[in-house]
């Protein structure tokens, strides 16, 4: 399968990508909705209900299935984009599944039960590992990088940007720096093991720096620095 990404000229900034798929592909798409074109037969389109899990966890119902030769376009609303990762056999990282967008035939899923405390923080209890023979798109918001893991010296990452990360790593809900520094960031996650975590830049952050930049008062501004969980109480 061949996936296409549409370049774009205009200023929405919207995501557009072109499937290519040959006689023996088979893609599921978990997010129907956002095909726009379809080019082939008809009938080489199959939608299904998921799973009652995957419902729930995905918060979505269908899943749409494109086999043999045929061509779709599906777009992405602005700031998400697609990263599409090739499996071939095994795979140690932990994904979580409302990022998923496709995957191929000759992809296994395994559900994987967080820790009762990174439940709680997470507010998700499930995370997903893949495996086997094919491809997996993951939606993303921003640049996708990689950091490297440590067994002793810990990474510390912000929670909200993390896409995956090793079975075997280890997590610890922190923060870091002074005091002042430890009031005015979100929480972390201490991450020691071995591998690598992927990360994605935008998210929340982007957000933050917008409203940072829009002029809402040097006083207002000010209090929300100065004082403990200001950027939470002080809209």
Not at 46 to 69: P, T, V, Y
Not at 189 to 218: F, I, N, P, Y
């Amino acid at each position: 399968m061949n996936i296409i990404h549409e370049q774009s000229g205009d200023s929405f900034g919207a995501q557009a990508y072109t499937f290519e798929l040959g006689e023996s592909d088979v893609a599921h798409v978990l997010h129907p909705q956002q095909v726009i074109a379809y080019r082939g037969d008809p009938r080489k389109r199959s939608d299904r209900l998921l799973e009652i899990s995957r419902m729930m966890r995905k918060r979505k119902l269908i899943r749409a299935d494109f086999q043999g030769e045929c061509a779709f376009t599906a777009v992405l609303p602005a700031g998400f984009g697609l990263q599409t990762l090739e499996l071939n056999g095994g795979s140690d990282m932990l994904y979580d599944f409302r990022h998923l967008f496709f995957y191929t035939d000759g992809i296994d899923m395994k559900s994987r039960f967080l820790k009762l405390k990174n439940m709680l923080i997470t507010q998700d209890a499930i995370k997903m590992k893949f495996s086997g023979q094919g491809q997996i798109g993951i939606m993303t918001q921003g640049t996708v990088f990689q950091a490297e893991l440590h067994e002793k010296e810990p990474l510390f990452v912000h929670a909200g940007s993390i896409l995956a990360y090793p079975e075997n790593a280890r997590l610890d809900l922190s923060v870091y720096g002074n005091h002042l520094a430890s009031q005015h960031m979100h929480y972390h996650w201490k991450m020691t093991g071995r591998g690598h975590v992927l990360l994605q830049a935008g998210g929340t952050r982007s957000q933050e720096l917008r409203e940072h930049m829009e002029d809402d008062g040097l006083v207002k501004r000010i209090l929300r620095e100065a004082i403990p969980f200001g950027n939470v109480f002080i809209k």
